[in-house]
């Protein structure tokens, strides 16, 4: 009896040998070599498989068979699945075979999934065409509408691959994420951002794709203008190791953008700066960062960046120079923040702008006392004329007054206010204020008719009578420079009774010149009583002038027609009481008086002695050693007048006294009876002096005294022969002639003296009267100002030796010469002058020739020696003179480049003048701080030239390309280039080289500048995020 576990393991050898007998069957059959391939194929092991199922389809010949057909399907597979070649081919040709086959949709898939794989999109969409997605197994369907979508969506069909992708997005199958960001980007691409807004933040937290899901949402939320949303991601952007630096560029931009807008402008500075770093920034984004630096209190960012924006002229250009201007406000950089509001206020595309800017342009220039072009003026006046009815109108009154007031271009001030229709009485006031200081200006320029013209506008408003009597005291002076001496003095007097005039030092002034007044006249008597006037004036604090008036007093005694010399002596003993400067030509002075006055031989050369004593630098000190010498020989004491004479001899070889000298020595030897030694000096000096006719007749003169005194009378006629001068026997022809001539000169008879005088010089070109009568051709010429003539004759007697004349000569013709502007033929006249001249004004006057002279040659080594020695010399009195000695001094100086030494007399010039030349050293100053790299003191000067408020345009002009210069050296290139637009658009002068110099410095700025349009055009701000992918 069989037991059922032993029923069980029958029944289950019985099985075993029955799957043993068909598995034998299967692979020893027919069909084994298919089932061998099939094996390998679903290994995937698509080469070996492919092989044997070729062998297969070679032995077997039945085509309709399910298992040859099927192995025909393989092979086509295999050979997909190894990118064989052939494989569509063999594929398509069992479709073309079997067009009823199950596997004929299948064959379309794979083939489309094969090209699809190889990235052959084209060919990849052509086979899913032909697919019917119904006939797909479910688990392969989502890949179908995913590959056939993205094969669309790759050939930019965004229509068919939306649809393709819609199908499957919603879906839980691993293409449904791709698709939906794909469906997502394509509504992005579309701009139906709300569609795109709610694929992408469905996929928000999805790892594959989160990371560009947030570029995505954050440039959406930009461009629907949810600025909170944006800014709300820039965290999520900045958390990495290295910051917003991992970002992109455009990612920034978006962001600080954003940031921008919700005025968020500390973060928002981040963002953009980085993207200025890294991008080249559109002209709004530039601003934006600038705005974004100016709210974060990033001045010095904002300004540069806001320059930038500011080269185009539009309603952003003019908001951003608003904004430098605010900004150096804030930096309480007033003077550049008033160089950006005038940018500002000059552009008209927001008024509301215009009218604060220009409003804060005309304050600051007046309160920084900055008037180069009559700007705070002109700024005024163009806020009424442009915002007539604003609320700020009254301040602006206000301000025009005081600017008024304080200006110096005073022409264009009257100007103005004669613009103005009815003044109230602060303009009135200003309008008196101004023309006074435009009189004063012209005063001091030397236009002294302009002064006169000017002051009479004092008088027609007269609200402050002090002003008006100040005017007239002004008119006096100006008239009193121009010589007309009775105008001056009556307007002096109607000054002098002005009630309660209280300015002593113009009362003082008025007395002063109306006694000069009468002096120049030469009318001595009223001369002395006007100056005893002003000598008796209470409190006068001016020890030059109460001198000078003494020692007039004196000359006036001294030179009129009955002379008391006593009351002369008195007088110059007075202006010797003052400790001043001229004390050596005061002292020559009272020695020339005491000679005259009998007793007072030894109170003569005792005043002479001090000259000696006290002043051995003085230029009287040659005169005065010979006027002891004579005052001791006249006295008889020959031995103390030999001494003195020699003493000139031997060290003043050059002077024009030396020939009086030895003269004067011979006479004494004669004197002495030591008749030799007389004759040697006589000779001596008729050798050097040959053509000198008063000296030659004296020494001759003298030698016929030795001859008779040592009876040698023979030899007397020979002395006429040897010496044209002593013509002992009595030339009478010559003498006729110069009689003649002489007489007619002597008489003023000039017409008939002229023909005369020619005469004898042609007859006797060398004479010995010929250099007289060439002196006196030379002056009547000289009198007629036909200064040609005159310097003709006046060089011949140069030409000739030393004489008595040629001092007057070199006077003379230098100063025609000079004043001729042949300043290289008046050159060494100067200069010979001064080896010669005997007296002390003419050595001071010729240095001053000298210095100006060679300054204007271009010589100015020498000029700045002579302006020295101009400067050093005890006549120097003039304060004028002073200035222009300093201001030589200076310019020579810095122009050899001794920028160190010059700045003292620039200095010291700028201090002691308003007119041109101040301006000019006050200039040329600020340039050798340049030069010497001190460039914050240069700007320092350049302020201060600008704060004189000068009238000359030319060296505001100067001063501001300068200027321009420093800021380019600062690297500050914004105030460099509004400094030279200032110039640009102001200086009037096209000829004088101003502006050319000025283009040349624009140029040379332009150069350190980027181009005014280096901006990016496209404003387009959607990031480029990459459109493709694999699934």
């Known amino acids: 009896?069989?037991?059922?576990?032993?029923?069980?393991?029958?029944?289950?050898?019985?099985?075993?040998?029955?799957?043993?007998?068909?598995?034998?069957?299967?692979?020893?059959?027919?069909?084994?070599?298919?089932?061998?391939?099939?094996?390998?194929?679903?290994?995937?092991q698509?080469?070996?498989?492919?092989?044997?199922?070729?062998?297969?389809?070679?032995?077997?010949?039945?085509?309709?068979?399910?298992?040859?057909?099927?192995?025909?399907?393989?092979?086509?597979?295999?050979?997909?699945?190894?990118?064989?070649?052939?494989?569509?081919?063999?594929?398509?040709?069992?479709?073309?075979?079997?067009?009823?086959?199950?596997?004929?949709?299948?064959?379309?898939?794979?083939?489309?999934?094969?090209?699809?794989?190889?990235?052959?999109?084209?060919?990849?969409?052509?086979?899913?065409?032909?697919?019917?997605?119904?006939?797909?197994?479910?688990?392969?369907?989502?890949?179908?509408?995913?590959?056939?979508?993205?094969?669309?969506?790759?050939?930019?069909?965004?229509?068919?691959?939306?649809?393709?992708?819609?199908?499957?997005?919603?879906?839980?199958?691993?293409?449904?994420?791709?698709?939906?960001?794909?469906?997502?980007?394509?509504?992005?691409?579309?701009?139906?951002?709300?569609?795109?807004?709610?694929?992408?933040?469905?996929?928000?937290?999805?790892?594959?794709?989160?990371?560009?899901?947030?570029?995505?949402?954050?440039?959406?939320?930009?461009l629907l203008g949810d600025y909170e949303k944006v800014t709300e991601f820039a965290p999520d952007f900045s958390a990495e190791e290295n910051g917003i630096s991992n970002n992109s560029a455009e990612m920034n931009l978006l962001i600080g953008d954003a940031y921008y807008k919700v005025e968020k402008f500390d973060e928002a500075v981040a963002y953009l700066e980085d993207y200025s770093n890294r991008k080249q920034m559109t002209r709004d984004q530039s601003y934006s960062l600038a705005y974004?630096?100016?709210?974060?209190?990033?001045?010095?960012?904002?300004?540069?960046?806001?320059?930038?924006?500011?080269?185009?002229?539009?309603?952003?250009?003019?908001?951003?120079?608003?904004?430098?201007?605010?900004?150096?406000?804030?930096?309480?950089?007033?003077?550049?923040?008033?160089?950006?509001?005038?940018?500002?206020?000059?552009?008209?595309?927001n008024l509301v702008v215009q009218e604060d800017a220009l409003y804060n342009y005309a304050v600051l220039s007046y309160k920084l006392d900055y008037n180069p072009y009559n700007e705070a003026i002109k700024a005024f006046e163009f806020f009424l004329r442009e915002f007539p009815k604003s609320e700020r109108k009254e301040d602006v009154y206000s301000y025009l007054v005081n600017v008024y007031s304080s200006t110096k271009n005073y022409e264009e001030a009257l100007k103005s206010l004669n613009r103005i229709p009815v003044l109230n009485i602060k303009l009135k006031t200003a309008y008196q204020v101004v023309s006074y200081n435009m009189g004063i200006e012209k005063y001091e320029r030397g236009d002294y008719p302009g002064c006169?013209?000017?002051?009479?506008?004092?008088?027609?408003?007269?609200?402050d009578p002090m002003i008006t009597g100040k005017a007239k005291f002004w008119e006096a002076d100006a008239h009193y420079m121009m010589a007309e001496w009775k105008l001056a003095m009556k307007e002096y007097r109607e000054f002098l009774n002005v009630p309660g005039m209280n300015d002593l030092t113009l009362k003082e002034a008025a007395y002063y010149n109306i006694a000069y007044a009468y002096f120049e006249q030469k009318d001595w008597t009223q001369a002395i009583q006007a100056f005893r006037t002003f000598t008796q004036l209470n409190n006068i604090q001016d020890d030059i002038k109460l001198a000078d008036a003494y020692a007039r007093i004196g000359d006036c005694y001294y030179t009129k027609d009955d002379p008391d010399f006593q009351k002369s002596a008195l007088n110059y003993e007075k202006a010797l009481s003052y400790e001043i400067a001229k004390k050596d030509q005061y002292l020559y002075s009272l020695s020339k008086v005491y000679k005259l006055i009998p007793g007072k031989r030894d109170a003569q050369i005792s005043t002479l002695n001090r000259i000696l004593k006290d002043h051995p630098k003085s230029?009287?000190?040659?005169?005065?050693?010979?006027?002891?010498?004579?005052?001791?020989?006249?006295?008889?004491?020959?031995?103390?007048?030999?001494?003195?004479?020699?003493?000139?001899?031997?060290?003043?070889?050059?002077?024009?006294?030396?020939?009086?000298?030895?003269?004067?020595?011979?006479?004494?030897?004669?004197?002495?009876?030591?008749?030799?030694?007389?004759?040697?000096?006589?000779?001596?000096?008729?050798?050097?002096?040959?053509?000198?006719?008063?000296?030659?007749?004296?020494?001759?003169?003298?030698?016929?005294?030795?001859?008779?005194?040592?009876?040698?009378?023979?030899?007397?006629?020979?002395?006429?022969?040897?010496?044209?001068?002593?013509?002992?026997?009595?030339?009478?022809?010559?003498?006729?002639?110069?009689?003649?001539?002489?007489?007619?000169?002597?008489?003023?008879?000039?017409?008939?003296?002229?023909?005369?005088?020619?005469?004898?010089?042609?007859?006797?070109?060398?004479?010995?009267?010929?250099?007289?009568?060439?002196?006196?051709?030379?002056?009547?010429?000289?009198?007629?100002?036909?200064?040609?003539?005159?310097?003709?004759?006046?060089?011949?007697?140069?030409?000739?030796?030393?004489?008595?004349?040629?001092?007057?000569?070199?006077?003379?013709?230098?100063?025609?010469?000079?004043?001729?502007?042949?300043?290289?033929?008046?050159?060494?006249?100067y200069e010979k002058l001064e080896s010669l001249a005997s007296k002390a004004q003419i050595i001071f006057n010729t240095r001053v020739g000298l210095m100006r002279t060679n300054f204007i040659l271009e010589n100015y080594a020498k000029a700045a020696v002579a302006a020295n020695k101009v400067l050093q010399d005890e006549l120097l009195d003039d304060k004028e003179v002073r200035i222009e000695g300093n201001y030589i001094a200076g310019m020579s100086m810095f122009e050899t480049k001794e920028y160190q030494k010059s700045l003292t007399f620039l200095r010291w010039t700028a201090d002691n003048?308003?007119?041109?030349?101040?301006?000019?050293?006050?200039?040329?100053?600020?340039?050798?701080?340049?030069?010497l790299k001190d460039y914050a003191n240069a700007e320092k000067l350049h302020n201060e030239l600008l704060k004189r408020k000068p009238a000359y345009d030319f060296w505001i002009a100067k001063s501001l390309i300068l200027q321009a210069r420093v800021f380019m050296m600062k690297d500050d290139l914004f105030q460099a280039e509004q400094t030279i637009n200032l110039v640009i658009n102001n200086y009037p002068n096209q000829e004088d080289g101003v502006l050319q110099e000025v283009d040349k410095v624009k140029s040379e700025l332009m150069q350190l500048k980027n181009s005014p349009n280096n901006f990016e055009d496209d404003t387009n701000r959607m990031i480029d995020i990459n459109n493709g992918g694999d699934e």
């Open 1 to 44: 009896m069989i037991t059922p576990r032993g029923f069980i393991f029958l029944v289950s050898i019985l099985l075993s040998t029955v799957v043993w007998s068909q598995s034998t069957e299967k692979y020893s059959g027919e069909y084994a070599d298919f089932y061998r391939a099939e094996e390998l194929f679903e290994k995937e």
């Open 46 to 222: 698509y080469g070996a498989a492919r092989e044997v199922f070729t062998t297969f389809l070679a032995g077997f010949h039945e085509q309709e068979d399910p298992q040859y057909i099927k192995a025909r399907y393989y092979v086509g597979i295999s050979a997909l699945e190894l990118y064989n070649t052939d494989a569509v081919k063999i594929l398509m040709e069992f479709n073309n075979d079997y067009p009823e086959s199950i596997y004929k949709n299948g064959i379309y898939f794979k083939i489309g999934e094969h090209f699809y794989q190889r990235k052959k999109y084209q060919d990849a969409r052509e086979w899913l065409d032909k697919t019917d997605p119904t006939a797909i197994d479910t688990a392969s369907i989502a890949a179908y509408h995913f590959k056939l979508g993205y094969a669309n969506f790759q050939l930019s069909d965004y229509p068919a691959a939306r649809n393709e992708f819609f199908d499957i997005k919603d879906g839980n199958s691993s293409f449904s994420a791709p698709a939906l960001y794909y469906y997502s980007h394509i509504a992005y691409k579309n701009k139906t951002y709300s569609e795109a807004l709610v694929g992408f933040l469905k996929l928000r937290e999805n790892p594959t794709f989160k990371d560009e899901v947030s570029y995505y949402l954050t440039q959406i939320y930009y």
């Open 292 to 349: 974004s630096y100016f709210k974060s209190k990033q001045y010095d960012k904002a300004i540069k960046m806001f320059d930038r924006v500011s080269r185009t002229e539009d309603q952003l250009g003019q908001t951003s120079f608003y904004h430098i201007a605010q900004s150096y406000l804030y930096k309480e950089e007033l003077n550049y923040a008033r160089t950006a509001f005038r940018s500002a206020a000059a552009l008209d595309f």
């Open 452 to 463: 006169v013209e000017a002051l009479k506008g004092v008088a027609k408003y007269d609200i």
């Open 619 to 829: 230029s009287f000190v040659i005169p005065a050693k010979f006027d002891i010498a004579m005052s001791y020989k006249n006295g008889g004491n020959y031995d103390q007048a030999l001494t003195h004479f020699d003493n000139i001899v031997k060290n003043y070889p050059n002077n024009i006294l030396v020939k009086d000298a030895l003269i004067e020595i011979a006479d004494i030897k004669f004197k002495q009876q030591k008749y030799q030694e007389s004759e040697s000096y006589f000779r001596r000096v008729l050798s050097e002096f040959t053509l000198d006719d008063q000296t030659c007749k004296r020494a001759t003169q003298g030698i016929v005294d030795v001859y008779r005194a040592t009876r040698r009378q023979d030899e007397i006629v020979s002395l006429s022969k040897e010496y044209a001068c002593a013509d002992i026997s009595e030339d009478d022809e010559e003498i006729f002639f110069y009689e003649t001539a002489s007489e007619l000169y002597v008489n003023e008879n000039y017409d008939e003296a002229i023909p005369e005088l020619n005469k004898y010089l042609k007859r006797y070109p060398n004479g010995r009267f010929s250099v007289q009568l060439l002196s006196y051709l030379a002056d009547i010429y000289y009198q007629r100002s036909e200064e040609n003539l005159a310097i003709t004759y006046y060089e011949n007697i140069i030409n000739r030796p030393n004489s008595a004349y040629t001092e007057e000569a070199l006077v003379r013709t230098s100063k025609l010469l000079y004043n001729n502007k042949e300043y290289s033929r008046a050159l060494p006249h």
């Open 913 to 931: 003048t308003g007119k041109v030349r101040g301006t000019e050293a006050l200039y040329t100053l600020t340039f050798a701080n340049y030069h």
